[in-house]
């Protein structure tokens, strides 16, 4: 069975750092797309940023507007582990973040969907930015 552990969220001021990590199994990542989703109070669950191990280079790994040039993905395969490293945070990234596979092959597609009922979650981790 796929499982999902999040870690690595926190409480931090303004124009800190944190890296959340995602330990995985029971899967491949050869053959999922992985990413990372967020959530505020009252707001719609929105992808934050997503990756495949195959697709174009365009769409892969995806980053929404709003994070772009300040939060990376990376994986370490060995591991199968995902990381999201987060600079320059802000009030408004405030909210728990959600770490999700599927059998895609698009990260962009994984992200902007919302057509997620065959996604498997993680527990959720509370990130919270104080100005």
């Known amino acids: 069975q796929v499982q999902l552990v999040e870690s690595g969220g926190g409480s931090v001021q303004s124009g800190e750092s944190l890296r959340l990590s995602c330990a995985a199994s029971g899967f491949l990542f050869n053959d999922y797309a992985i990413g990372w989703f967020r959530q505020a109070p009252g707001k719609e669950r929105e992808g934050v940023s997503c990756?495949?191990?195959?697709?174009?280079?365009?769409?892969?790994?995806y980053y929404a507007d709003s994070v772009k040039g300040r939060f990376t993905i990376s994986t370490n395969n060995a591991k199968n582990t995902v990381y999201l490293q987060m600079n320059s945070l802000k009030p408004e990234d405030t909210g728990v973040y959600y770490c999700?596979?599927?059998?895609?092959?698009?990260?962009?597609?994984?992200?902007?969907?919302?057509?997620?009922?065959?996604?498997?979650w993680g527990q959720g981790t509370q990130v919270t930015v104080s100005s």
């Open positions: 999700a596979v599927d059998d895609d092959n698009s990260g962009r597609r994984m992200c902007i969907s919302t057509n997620r009922g065959s996604y498997f």
């Open positions: 990756i495949s191990s195959s697709g174009r280079s365009d769409t892969n790994p």
